[in-house]
């Protein structure tokens, strides 16, 4: 499937893998809307989009835990487009710490309102623009984290929580937005490797069956359930996640770092 006259909106896109959803679509052929909770993040990563020699790709600022910005956005992004063809619900905050106790009540709130309440509105807001299109698709970057039983992430309670949310609102949408012909697709990946797309380290990361699933396998998952005729509908993609070798620290080996976007973007489920 081409991706040239596709207009793809992702939330997160400042850093980590929302900035790799960002450069992928852009070197796909797609016009690329980019958010995040700085502008001033958003138009680096744009620059660096045009750098490649995209144009058409644009910067915005949305909070996803404040009601107001998604507002503002939504309303910023009808100013620049009648449709929306793709929407990726990629931003979240990710939280740390398997301790309740160790997080603040704002810190706990900000946790699932950006992650559960942001995805819905952000829906909520964009689905006139999403009904524009002749091919609307919206993909969900949840997390293992959002499974039943899922209990291998270092996550907060709260995290957890949040995906939990988010996974049961895809779930619901998928069913009640189908006969309009909206498909939502989701994706529940394990830790994972997010080398940078724009360095050698992008095709050279082991892929092999024994190694932690890389950004570049997800990537892939997303542009394929895409890319399929309307008439298939992949509606969810579930991960096996690679056991820990002895001796392997896996915050260590992949690199991973803390990072706005669905959580630890960079190693972590997300």
């Known amino acids: 499937m081409s991706f040239e006259q596709q207009r793809v909106v992702i939330t997160g896109a400042s850093r980590d893998f929302g900035r790799t959803l960002a450069i992928r679509f852009a070197q796909q052929g797609a016009e690329v809307f980019v958010s995040s909770r700085s502008r001033e993040a958003s138009l680096r990563v744009a620059g660096e989009i045009r750098d490649l020699g995209h144009a058409r790709v644009h910067a915005f600022a949305c ?33 740390e710490g398997p301790d309740l106790l160790s997080a603040s009540d704002e810190d706990v709130i900000d946790t699932i309102a950006s992650g559960a309440t942001g995805t819905v509105l952000m829906v909520k807001r964009l689905l006139p623009l999403l009904l524009a299109s002749d091919r609307p698709d919206v993909v969900n970057m949840i997390s293992a984290a959002g499974l039943p039983a899922h209990q291998r992430s270092d996550a907060h309670d709260a995290f957890y929580a949040a995906k939990s949310a988010q996974a049961g609102f895809a779930d619901i949408l998928s069913k009640r937005l189908r006969p309009q012909g909206v498909r939502v697709i989701s994706l529940y990946p394990p830790d994972f490797h997010n080398p940078d797309p724009l360095s050698p380290q992008w095709e050279s990361t082991p892929r092999g069956s024994g190694d932690m699933l890389t950004a570049h396998s997800l990537v892939e998952c997303v542009l394929f359930a895409l890319g399929q005729p309307r008439d298939c509908f992949i509606k969810a993609f579930h991960f096996e996640q690679a056991p820990v070798q002895p001796g392997q620290n896996p915050d260590k080996d992949s690199g991973s770092t803390p990072g706005q976007g669905p959580g630890r973007l960079i190693g972590h489920s997300y």
């Open 63 to 95: 909070d996803l835990a404040d009601a107001a910005s998604i507002r503002r956005f939504a309303a910023e992004l009808a100013e620049r487009t009648d449709r929306v063809d793709v929407l990726v619900n990629n931003g979240a905050r990710w939280l």
